[in-house]
């Protein structure tokens, strides 16, 4: 179930990861321009925004599920997120860059949504799921072809992090995802626009 102290540490920092080594253990810190650091801060201050949607959404989507076995799924997805929640914070730091501002307003908005996709039932759960991490990983994909060529130990992070949400997708179209209609697909891609494009500057 969802706690305080999980919520806070979603939103402002150290959140439990499972342990896993971080992907830029060891990568040294690339020679970066002033222009290329802030680009790389934007882009990890809108990852970061994004990883603390995604707990969110699956803490909400947790709280709800009906099956224990969905539940276990979102609770170990949700593990390698705040994995990837540490490692962003590690790379805003190292890039002397700090998270948006906006942070609880995506973590609230987020838990509603995941909340209310869940009560549709497991099967539009898990497509919710699905749907969103397809959409995380083109976004990823598009970090990835803009962040600069010398920041090879962000570039290890959002590899990691790209392997993790597809599997995260597969996993769940395998457990019987349902697909969800093309509106509302557009309408989830929308809302994500407006969070990257807000957490970029804010």
């Known amino acids: 179930m969802i706690g305080v102290d999980r919520a806070v540490r979603t939103v402002f920092g150290h959140p439990r990861g499972t342990g896993r080594r971080h992907p830029a253990a060891g990568i040294p810190e690339g020679e970066l321009s002033t222009v290329e650091r802030d680009l790389a801060g934007r882009l990890m201050r ?7 949607s995604a707990q969110a959404l699956y803490q909400g989507q947790a709280l709800v599920a009906n099956r224990a076995s969905l ?51 497991d099967r539009w759960n898990l497509g919710f799921l699905a749907e969103t991490e397809r959409q995380v990983v083109r976004h990823l994909d598009g970090h990835l072809a803009r962040l600069p060529a010398a920041d090879v130990a962000t570039r290890a992070v959002l590899e990691q992090m790209r392997v993790d949400e597809g599997r995260h997708a597969t996993s769940a179209s395998h457990a019987g995802a349902a697909e969800l209609p093309a509106p509302l697909k557009r309408a989830m891609s929308a809302a994500s626009r407006v969070m990257t494009g807000l957490s970029y500057w804010i």
């Open 46 to 52: 809108v990852n970061l925004a994004g990883e603390v």
């Open 71 to 121: 539940q276990a799924r979102l609770e170990e997805a949700a593990a390698e997120e705040n994995d990837h929640l540490i490692w962003c914070e590690d790379r805003l730091e190292a890039l002397g860059a700090q998270g948006s501002w906006l942070n609880p307003l995506w973590y609230a908005g987020s838990f509603l949504i995941g909340a209310a996709a869940g009560m549709a039932g």
